[in-house]
């Protein structure tokens, strides 16, 4: 009987995976592990995992020989090295689709509290007061461009719901052509002017070498002074000590950021900032996005286990 491990999550229960693994006739084995080396260790014979947050790295799959699929809860597969999972000729497994609604909704939550100031005025009145210049300067939201880095699924769907509220929408997505994003309603334009024409700008970039610390100092010192950075992509993409050195020098006006380089954060010099808006990492879930999640990834890890073709193959290289 093939062998499947969870090697961390946060969820309540496996219910949905232990069912859907029993109806295949897969062993399910939940083992909380804290470290790679603890899954080389307690799972030595598995032939698939599941992850949520814990990293494998490259040891991870010269020691599990038996492995042939690693499925992970989430569109981003940066905590997996791709290249040693495919040396390995190991499958790597993702959900691209299960939360767009959601995230494309939390990053438009985070501009609008921004924009309107949401955080400082319900601040203000639970303090006893009732001062509407307590938030200047706000300024209309239709006819305002929103800056896109990234044009993927969910960045598609906030363009379309910002839309709707009158705001221009321009992408930087070198990966895209000018008329892909035309079709959006959008307008292709360069890095550079994305920072110093948006009065939004959003983050909707995998986290790769080429993005890494994509917005820093000099990122910041070209954008407006009432602009908001709104973040759900990947912590790692925004240098967030640059972001508070921009704040504190008015380079721009505020941010919504849903991760962070470290999370839970340990001392960010953002905490006590009541011109950024910090979220738990939670863009992605709704109680529905959650059950899809479980059970699309776990469906299509059982689909490997027997000798199927998965529906959402990462690393299309492996043999």
Request: glycine share 6%; with cysteine.
């Amino acid at each position: 009987m093939p062998k499947l491990v969870v090697t961390d999550s946060n969820f309540p229960d496996l219910s949905i995976e232990r069912e859907l693994a029993t109806n295949a006739d897969v062993e399910l084995e939940s083992i909380q592990a804290e470290s790679p080396a603890e899954v080389i260790e307690t799972a030595s014979d598995a032939d698939g995992l599941l992850t949520q947050y814990l990293d494998l790295p490259a040891e991870v799959f010269e020691g599990l020989s038996n492995l042939k699929v690693v499925g992970r809860y989430g569109i981003g597969v940066d905590s997996v090295d791709l290249t040693a999972a495919t040396a390995a000729n190991v499958q790597v497994l993702n959900v691209p689709t299960y939360c767009i609604d959601e995230v494309s909704t939390h990053a438009l939550a985070l501009l609008l509290a921004c924009a309107r100031k949401i955080p400082q005025f319900n601040k203000t009145v639970k303090a006893g007061g009732w001062d509407w210049t307590h938030g200047k300067p706000i300024h209309r939201l239709a006819g305002s461009i929103l800056g896109l880095a990234g044009f993927g699924n969910v960045s598609q769907e906030l363009a379309k719901k910002a839309q709707s509220l009158g705001v221009d929408v321009h992408v930087y997505d070198p990966y895209l052509s000018a008329e892909e994003i035309r079709e959006e309603g959008a307008r292709k334009v360069d890095f550079d002017t994305l920072l110093s024409d948006s009065d939004f700008i959003s983050v909707h970039v995998p986290l790769t070498e080429e993005t890494e610390s994509l917005f820093d100092l000099s990122s910041f010192s070209q954008m407006k002074e009432t602009a908001i950075l709104i973040n759900t992509a990947r912590g790692e993409v925004v240098d967030v000590e640059a972001l508070s050195s921009a704040l504190d020098e008015g380079e721009i006006a505020s941010a919504g950021l849903d991760v962070l380089p470290e999370e839970p954060p340990g001392d960010l010099p953002l905490l006590d900032r009541e011109d950024a808006i910090l979220t738990p990492h939670v863009a992605w879930y709704s109680e529905e996005s959650q059950i899809e999640l479980r059970r699309t990834i776990t469906e299509d890890v059982l689909r490997v286990l027997s000798g199927e073709t998965p529906e959402n193959l990462v690393n299309s290289g492996v043999v």
